[in-house]
DNA sequence: GTCTATAGACGGATAGAC
DNA sequence: GTCTATCCGTCTATAGAC
């Protein structure tokens, strides 16, 4: 008889998971740039060498923290490209929107903190929607039309940038999230509508 | 007879200046981090020992390029405080700070763009509105009252964010400036009015 | 005011034992 | 899956000649 689920001696199964909380906080703290794998690897508790076994280079783990919620941006774009141009599918969006960039603040707020980084990191990748500026394009051609007028193109931009930066600032502490959330919304329904 | 304007061989006197506006250039390309002194010495037709001549250090060159625009934020700051806090003095502190984000565009999208460097150089600049947070906050005081409930201030957070982002945003680049700048006010003035 | 040369440190990444 | 040890590159900054 066998126990074929949990191989003998535990080994921390959740390391993985572990790098990518502490590279977090870390790039949070002092940026992508200034943290240095040795820095991750001494508050974990392991060596440089460990982490090479988790994730090929420094960008691998930023990238194993953002793709998920850059890809369900791309979602959002894919799905209201379907979507008929009014009002109804307008507001979707900005629901939408505001939900992604509000279920994943801690790495919205590390993406928009280290840009410079990331911008760096998406050059030479040509293929679909790779950088950031493509996709804030193609929302806003969504939202103001593809050859709207410069005003509202602008507004439509600004209603993406300040409910983003709504969600991701960090306010104080014991402040309803769920609140910030409707206003985030309701500030950029205005700019839009 | 002399001539006292002119010292001979013309001592290029504007090598500071020149260092400045490629820093900027590669700053803004890069990123901060990822431009080294070198790469801004090569450009230049200099060497690295060149540029220690004219800075201190490779923050020194930062310092150089925001602190004239910080200067301007802080003297916003402190005109607006002697101010009644009305609406012709809200109206008066988006147009002038509108103004500064406008006039410093390309310095304000390399520390926008940059924000983690800019926060490591931040800090242990205990005095003053070291820090870019700091200047954020008093203007939202002023903006929406000390005490204001949390949908003024978030408001008025993104009355500064989305005219700052207008401004400093790489559009066209043959939109017109001015019409960029008037919607910028005109979506502030609508989140604080 | 600009140069050459170099110090001194730290970075990312890999090899190979266990 | 984690370790030790190390390679090799680059960086900021300085010393000192011209």
Redesign the pocket.
Known sequence: MQHPQHPVAA???D?RMRVQKVALELFAEQGYEK?????I?ERL??????L???F?????IVHSLTDDHNARIDELIEWAKGQPADERTRSEILDRYVRIVFDGAEVFRFMEQNRAAMQAMEQGKGDRLARFRDRLDALVGLLAGPDAPLRERVRATAALISASATCMIGWDSHEDPAELRAIALEIAAELVG
């Not at 090929?56 to 691998?60: F, G, I, R």
């Open positions: 080994p921390r199964t390391t943290t240095s794998l040795r820095e690897a508790g392991v060596t440089k060498a460990a090479y076994y988790h090929k280079s420094k960008e691998d």
